[in-house]
């Protein structure tokens, strides 16, 4: 089996992806950053083999970027929900969809700074007042609809302020 550590690399990035750099991380951590906290909806939501999600989730728990609660509506089921330094992963995650929006297929989504309504510049900065806000200040506004029919694609058909429970739960 490929091992997830680079052992003889002495750099920072090597640190960040041990803990992000597998298949599925980032989209698991973007539905995070969208507000997606439960199991079965990041499912519905990615099409992940169960076992591959379950041990994604552990290890971004044991990574420190979610934390795992349990689900006050569900006995015995959790809830997922991202540490202050999963919140931290934002700029990278927003860096990378900024590249692929430029490089790869257009993006579906504009994200905007929460307070103005104004769309954020490529660096995830608000151009009118001047300031990057965190996840919790801004809001993804679709532009486009995708193919894609599951409830938390649904709750996001509409404009919908990061970190904010989707599907509405
Ligand atoms: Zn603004």
New binding site residues.
């Given amino acids: 089996m490929l091992g997830k550590d680079y052992e003889g690399q002495d750099c920072a990035l090597a640190r960040a992806l041990e803990v992000v750099g597998e298949r599925w991380t980032l989209l698991i951590l973007r539905d995070a950053l969208y507000g997606v906290r439960r199991f079965s909806d990041f499912r519905a939501h990615l099409d992940i083999p169960k076992a591959i999600l379950s041990a994604r989730l552990n290890g971004l728990v044991d990574g420190g970027v979610l934390e795992r609660l349990p689900d006050p509506e569900h006995g015995g089921r959790h809830l997922y929900q991202l540490t202050e330094a999963g919140k931290d992963l934002w700029p990278a995650v927003h860096a990378l969809m900024v590249w692929g929006d430029r490089y790869r297929e257009s993006s579906c989504r504009v994200f905007q ?1 929460a ?4 769309p954020l510049d490529d660096r995830g900065t ?1 151009p ?2 001047k ?1 990057a ?1 965190g996840p919790d200040g801004v809001l993804a506004v679709p532009l486009r609809q995708t193919s894609r029919d599951d409830p938390v694609a649904r709750a996001l058909r509409q404009p919908h302020r990061l970190l904010d429970p989707v599907p509405g739960s």
Avoid: L
């Fill in positions: 700074h307070a103005c309504g104004t608000c009118r007042c300031v806000p």
